[in-house]
């Protein structure tokens, strides 16, 4: 029986029915452990009429989730054409859609229930985002429950809640009243101040308690685990030697795991367990605890050695699943394998394991999996320990984590590689090292990694990594606005790339070719990037294409090209937020809020801006368009915290040692400082300006060089480079207004 919970239960009942009528929705359901989210949508699917079809999955608390956990779980009810596609482990662009289109069509109303979303993986996060964006024009509702007590600031599903749509409806979960709780005491003969006192109304807890036998007032546990532990001590022994097994297991016991683990002759234990509500059987026949509190305590009171056993055997009882079940339970082995410290077995497990997050995009579970890997990695072959460290730096990266730790797996990859005499694994990993280095704003230690990929590739038959490492040689150049040297190894990419029918090669080095001609404003840039942007789309090349429009949505704006920048902007964040590229999505908005900056909306830049600027887990460069708009706009606008924001985007941009994101935070820096009055901090930052690199600033950079060199009146000569400073610009050095 459930107990003030009638208003939440409500509003899940109308939603449903609001679905039924095409209406769909995303419900998130949060609350802290044991607060009774669980009872309270199984009552709520259990009152829903007939079609309506509740497909039900969590996730669990194993060391590395399993990638789309609660979407293996509803696989078979959801038909044979998604089942087959987890089975093929398909990539979440044929994924995410097959299951979109699964509930158009379904002739039912669909509930998708997706339990315990704070131990979701990064595959099944990005999935909530993808069909929480979706749910309002489908006739299905999505109910996300996590535990508000385990999701931090940042904890990644903040964002992933952060992003649905402002429809979603949030239904917080609240302890029981007092008067809730001296209701139940009542029924149990205990103290109700006391016992609302120890549970702060949370059902769980209370039901705990008054389940021990313990009585009065030195009678009660001081804690819950005090009281489940109570419980236990009064079992019979193998009724305990039942639920220890279990304890070991996140989540549910299948039937089949079961039997291996436990026998037949654990049965009645088992059974009598349930009737004591120590344990749940579920409709399917698996067994587990029903609280995930009431197990962990159980867990808790094991000795490390013989949790140790019961892993090994849990792992080893694996062995017997049906076979269909063999690549959905790699996760789950891996995790009992390294509980049970068994190397062995992590080392064969572990990196299937993460290849198959990698295909459903869950590259921070993929990460994890091939870490546990790496804690073996003296006990193996030096073939596989190089391969590890370099898959393991493939999948943080991909992860968007790139630290001192990427850094030294990559150069750890590098001298075994090396000593195997893999020399094209050596230049494969040295230009992926450049790229984690030229990230950091370690440039000229990029510069010297990819040019030693490049001499140690050229000694080998030519093959792709080589005509990569090329165009990654002309991208470090094309940053650096070294526009001979960019074009000259662009070229030489792309002459390798067509040779060997590298498309992929061609795309990228195109890209860095126009854009280094773009942005100087020579011949041919703009259709070079029309070309890489439409070979990009056609081969599926999203991160590409993505980058494509960015490059040229920032040549746009800069160079005034505000009709082409309109339409850049558009195609480009609508096709990155079709396909779930939020940082990309993410750094274009602040493109868009600076076009609206330079038209004058300075309302909408500072929307556009606050808005993502506001968003939290994104990456300083990422933020940072956004931040030095929203700056520059709240400085103009008088608003205190302006200044303070654009020394901020100062010093994110300095880290990265790009130019062309430095200059511009120096130049709002002169502005404020001139409108405040403050001519010695504009000269500074002229200064600053002035003893960069001119012959790599775009016209337009130059002109606003030299136009605040004249407003602040400065008396030495205009840098030479400011000539070539545009129309607009001229002429208002000119005097002409």
Same mark, same amino acid.
């Given at each position: 029986?459930?107990?003030?919970?009638?208003?939440?239960?409500?509003?899940? $009942?109308?939603?449903?029915?609001?679905?039924?009528?095409?209406?769909?929705?995303?419900?998130?359901?949060?609350?802290?452990?044991?607060?009774?989210?669980?009872?309270?949508?199984?009552?709520? &699917?259990?009152?829903?009429?007939?079609?309506?079809?509740?497909?039900?999955?969590?996730?669990?608390?194993?060391?590395?989730?399993?990638?789309?956990?609660? =979407?293996?779980?509803?696989?078979?009810?959801?038909?044979?054409?998604?089942?087959?596609?987890?089975?093929?482990?398909?990539?979440?662009?044929?994924?995410?859609?097959? =299951?979109?289109?699964?509930?158009?069509?379904?002739?039912?109303?669909?509930?998708?229930?997706?339990?315990?979303?704070?131990? /979701?993986?990064?595959?099944?996060?990005?999935?909530?985002?993808?069909?929480?964006?979706?749910?309002?024009?489908?006739?299905? =509702?999505?109910?996300?429950?996590?535990?508000?007590?385990?999701?931090?600031?940042?904890?990644?599903?903040?964002?992933?809640?952060?992003?649905?749509?402002?429809?979603?409806?949030?239904?917080?979960?609240?302890?029981?009243?007092?008067?809730?709780?001296?209701?139940?005491?009542?029924?149990?003969?205990?103290? +109700?101040?006391?016992?609302?006192?120890? &549970?702060?109304?949370?059902?769980?807890?209370?039901?705990?308690?008054?389940?021990?036998?313990?009585?009065?007032?030195?009678?009660?546990?001081?804690?819950?685990?005090?009281?489940?532990?109570?419980?236990?001590?009064?079992?019979?022994?193998?009724?305990?030697? @039942?639920?220890?097994?279990?304890?070991?297991?996140?989540?549910?016991?299948?039937?089949?795991?079961?039997?291996?683990? =436990?026998?037949?002759?654990?049965?009645?234990?088992?059974?009598?367990?349930?009737?004591?509500?120590?344990?749940?059987?579920?409709?399917?026949?698996?067994?587990?605890?029903?609280?995930?509190?009431?197990?962990?305590?159980?867990?808790?009171?094991?000795?490390?050695?013989?949790?140790?056993?019961?892993?090994?055997?849990?792992?080893? %009882?694996? @062995?017997?699943?049906?076979?269909?079940?063999?690549? /959905?339970?790699?996760?789950?082995?891996?995790?009992?394998? #390294?509980? +049970?410290?068994?190397?062995?077995?992590?080392?064969?497990?572990?990196?299937?394991? +993460?290849?198959?997050?990698?295909?459903?995009?869950?590259?921070?579970?993929?990460?994890?999996?091939?870490?546990?890997?790496?804690?073996?990695?003296?006990?193996?072959?030096?073939?596989?320990?190089?391969?590890?460290?370099?898959?393991?730096?493939?999948? %943080?990266?991909?992860?968007?984590? $790139?630290?001192? &730790?990427? $850094?030294?797996?990559?150069?750890?990859?590098?001298?075994?590689?090396?000593?195997?005499?893999?020399?094209?694994?050596?230049?494969?990993?040295?230009?992926?090292?450049?790229?984690?280095?030229?990230?950091?704003?370690?440039?000229?230690?990029?510069?010297?990694?990819?040019?030693?990929?490049?001499?140690?590739?050229?000694?080998?038959?030519?093959?792709?990594?080589? /005509?990569?490492?090329?165009?990654?040689?002309?991208?470090?150049?094309?940053?650096?606005?070294?526009?001979?040297?960019?074009?000259?190894?662009?070229?030489?990419?792309?002459?390798?790339?067509?040779?060997?029918?590298?498309?992929?090669?061609?795309?990228?080095?195109?890209?860095?070719?126009?854009?280094?001609?773009?942005?100087?404003?020579?011949?041919?840039?703009?259709?070079?990037?029309?070309?890489?942007? #439409?070979?990009?789309?056609?081969?599926?090349?999203?991160?590409?294409?993505?980058?494509?429009?960015?490059?040229?949505?920032?040549?746009?704006?800069?160079?005034?090209?505000?009709?082409?920048?309109?339409?850049?902007?558009?195609?480009?964040?609508?096709?990155?937020?079709?396909?779930?590229?939020?940082?990309?999505?993410?750094?274009?908005?602040?493109?868009?809020?600076?076009?609206?900056?330079?038209?004058?909306?300075?309302?909408?830049?500072?929307?556009?801006?606050?808005?993502?600027?506001?968003?939290?887990?994104?990456?300083?460069?990422?933020?940072?368009?956004?931040?030095?708009?929203?700056?520059?706009?709240?400085?103009?606008?008088?608003?205190?915290?302006?200044?303070?924001?654009?020394?901020?985007?100062?010093?994110?941009?300095?880290?990265?040692?790009?130019?062309?994101?430095?200059?511009?935070?120096?130049?709002?820096?002169?502005?404020?400082?001139?409108?405040?009055?403050?001519?010695?901090?504009?000269?500074?930052?002229?200064?600053?300006?002035?003893?960069?690199?001119?012959?790599?600033?775009?016209?337009?950079?130059?002109?606003?060089?030299?136009?605040?060199?004249?407003?602040?009146?400065?008396?030495?000569?205009?840098?030479?480079?400011?000539?070539?400073?545009?129309?607009?610009?001229?002429?208002?050095?000119?005097?002409?207004?």
């Amino acid at each position: 029986m459930l107990i003030e919970r009638e208003e939440p239960l409500d509003r899940l $009942i109308d939603l449903a029915r609001r679905a039924a009528e095409g209406h769909g929705g995303t419900v998130v359901l949060g609350g802290e452990a044991g607060i009774g989210k669980t009872a309270l949508l199984q009552e709520f &699917t259990r009152r829903l009429g007939p079609g309506t079809r509740v497909l039900w999955g969590g996730s669990e608390a194993l060391f590395t989730p399993r990638a789309l956990g609660p =979407l293996q779980d509803m696989a078979h009810a959801l038909g044979p054409r998604m089942a087959a596609l987890l089975d093929q482990t398909a990539a979440p662009e044929r994924l995410f859609p097959a =299951l979109l289109n699964t509930l158009q069509e379904a002739v039912e109303t669909t509930v998708l229930v997706f339990e315990d979303a704070h131990w /979701a993986d990064n595959a099944t996060l990005d999935l909530m985002k993808y069909l929480g964006r979706r749910m309002p024009v489908l006739p299905a =509702l999505l109910v996300l429950s996590y535990r508000s007590d385990e999701v931090g600031p940042d904890h990644p599903l903040r964002q992933v809640l952060g992003d649905l749509p402002a429809t979603a409806v949030r239904v917080a979960m609240q302890p029981l009243s007092p008067e809730a709780v001296a209701a139940l005491a009542r029924q149990a003969g205990r103290s +109700a101040a006391e016992l609302h006192r120890i &549970t702060a109304g949370n059902p769980f807890f209370v039901t705990e308690l008054l389940a021990s036998q313990d009585s009065g007032a030195h009678g009660i546990p001081a804690s819950i685990r005090d009281a489940i532990w109570s419980r236990l001590s009064r079992l019979a022994p193998d009724e305990r030697e @039942a639920l220890e097994t279990v304890s070991i297991v996140p989540g549910a016991i299948e039937p089949w795991l079961a039997r291996a683990l =436990l026998g037949a002759r654990a049965d009645a234990a088992v059974d009598r367990c349930i009737a004591r509500g120590m344990l749940l059987r579920d409709d399917h026949g698996a067994i587990g605890f029903r609280h995930e509190l009431a197990r962990l305590a159980t867990l808790d009171q094991i000795s490390p050695a013989v949790q140790q056993s019961l892993h090994a055997r849990v792992e080893a %009882a694996m @062995a017997y699943a049906p076979t269909a079940l063999a690549g /959905a339970l790699l996760p789950r082995q891996v995790h009992h394998a #390294a509980a +049970a410290d068994d190397g062995g077995r992590v080392l064969a497990l572990a990196p299937q394991a +993460a290849a198959q997050a990698s295909r459903l995009g869950a590259h921070h579970q993929a990460a994890a999996h091939l870490a546990t890997a790496l804690r073996y990695a003296g006990e193996a072959p030096r073939m596989v320990a190089a391969q590890l460290h370099e898959d393991w730096a493939n999948e %943080a990266g991909l992860a968007l984590r $790139i630290d001192d &730790t990427v $850094i030294e797996a990559r150069q750890n990859a590098i001298a075994l590689w090396r000593e195997l005499g893999r020399m094209d694994k050596v230049g494969l990993n040295l230009r992926a090292l450049a790229r984690l280095l030229w990230s950091r704003g370690e440039v000229r230690q990029a510069g010297d990694c990819v040019d030693e990929a490049v001499r140690e590739l050229e000694r080998l038959p030519p093959g792709p990594e080589l /005509a990569m490492a090329y165009s990654v040689r002309s991208q470090l150049h094309m940053q650096q606005s070294h526009v001979d040297d960019a074009v000259k190894w662009g070229w030489r990419a792309m002459a390798l790339a067509d040779r060997l029918g590298d498309v992929e090669t061609r795309v990228h080095a195109l890209n860095n070719v126009a854009t280094a001609l773009l942005f100087v404003a020579r011949p041919g840039g703009l259709e070079m990037m029309e070309e890489s942007l #439409a070979l990009a789309l056609r081969h599926g090349f999203r991160e590409h294409a993505a980058r494509a429009y960015m490059n040229l949505a920032e040549y746009a704006v800069t160079f005034k090209d505000f009709a082409l920048a309109e339409r850049v902007l558009a195609e480009g964040i609508a096709y990155q937020t079709r396909h779930d590229l939020d940082s990309w999505t993410h750094y274009q908005l602040g493109w868009q809020a600076r076009l609206r900056l330079e038209q004058g909306r300075f309302r909408e830049a500072e929307s556009i801006a606050g808005g993502v600027v506001g968003l939290e887990l994104l990456a300083p460069t990422i933020r940072l368009p956004a931040l030095i708009v929203l700056g520059r706009v709240r400085m103009r606008l008088g608003e205190a915290d302006g200044l303070s924001l654009l020394q901020q985007a100062l010093r994110h941009a300095l880290e990265t040692g790009d130019l062309h994101l430095i200059a511009p935070v120096r130049f709002a820096l002169v502005e404020a400082a001139w409108l405040a009055g403050e001519l010695d901090t504009a000269h500074e930052e002229l200064a600053a300006v002035a003893a960069m690199d001119l012959d790599s600033f775009d016209p337009w950079a130059l002109g606003e060089l030299a136009v605040w060199w004249r407003r602040c009146g400065l008396s030495a000569p205009l840098p030479p480079a400011t000539a070539r400073a545009p129309a607009p610009r001229s002429a208002e050095l000119a005097g002409d207004p």
